[in-house]
């Protein structure tokens, strides 16, 4: 069974830029959406950014003009590019692909830490 593998993340500092990858380790067949979302400690898990197979992004107000959600063409890969990072970005970051029957896949998620 696919499975979604994440990279990147890590400890920055403000203002700071960091760039998540989430790729399918498998045959991941008609994807319909990707997303990331995040959690910070004691709160509930919220969307970022999504981006549809065919290209159409969404963003949370937060991250807003400050984020960049992409993907392959090949629709197995997504990425969101982070940047001007605030200590409030601080989070586990999650990538979410839907699949075919409208199945949730996700990936094993990442910390994200802006601090000085």
């Known amino acids: 069974q696919a499975q979604l593998v994440q990279s990147g993340g890590g400890l920055v500092q403000p203002g700071g830029s960091l760039r998540l990858s989430c790729a399918a380790s498998g045959n991941m067949f008609a994807v319909y959406a990707m997303g990331w979302y995040r959690q910070a400690p004691g709160n509930q898990r919220d969307m970022v950014a999504t981006?549809?197979?065919?290209?159409?992004?969404d963003y949370s107000d937060s991250v807003k003009g400050r984020f960049t959600i992409s993907k392959n063409k090949a629709n197995n890969a997504a990425y969101l590019q982070m940047d001007s990072l605030k200590p409030e970005d601080t989070a586990n970051y999650y990538c979410?692909?839907?699949?075919?029957?409208?199945?949730?896949?996700w990936g094993q998620g990442t910390l994200v830490a802006v601090s000085s």
């Open positions: 979410k692909f839907v699949v075919q029957g409208y199945r949730e896949v």
């Open positions: 981006i549809t197979a065919g290209g159409s992004a």
